[in-house]
């Protein structure tokens, strides 16, 4: 079992920047890849981007690419999105979600933090 802790959602306006943390408990070296989601008010989940957790490679959603960065601090397992230049249709619930290797799905989630952008 992998447990996920998100922090850092809060209210910001828009072209403000905030930075979510995933915090990574249990079962972390199981961990292929590490993933941020999001759901609107009404709308699916959505991908927003992820890391590979050995190689650090990154991957984005077309909407947040050039304004978000996903990184890992390998000392805290824990893994950021750092968001910038926030627009208002940013405003969701951000989920973590971890990618086990033996699986072929993100398998664990996290509960999910709020960004609100106001105009």
């Known amino acids: 079992q992998v447990q996920l802790v998100e922090s850092g959602g809060g209210l910001v306006q828009t072209g403000g920047s905030l930075r979510l943390s995933c915090a990574a408990s249990g079962r972390t070296f199981s961990i292929y890849r590490m993933a941020w989601f999001r759901q609107a008010p009404g709308k699916e989940r959505e991908f927003v981007g992820s890391?590979?957790?050995?190689?650090?490679?990154?991957y984005y959603a077309d909407s947040v690419k050039g304004r978000f960065t996903i990184s890992r601090d390998n000392a805290q397992n824990t893994v950021y999105l750092q968001m910038n230049s926030l627009k208002t249709e940013d405003t969701a619930v951000y989920y973590c979600?971890?990618?086990?290797?033996?699986?072929?799905?993100?398998?664990?989630w996290g509960q999910g933090t709020q960004v609100t952008v106001s105009s």
């Open positions: 890391i590979t957790w050995s190689t650090l490679r990154t």
């Open positions: 979600a971890a990618h086990p290797t033996d699986r072929g799905s993100y398998e664990y």
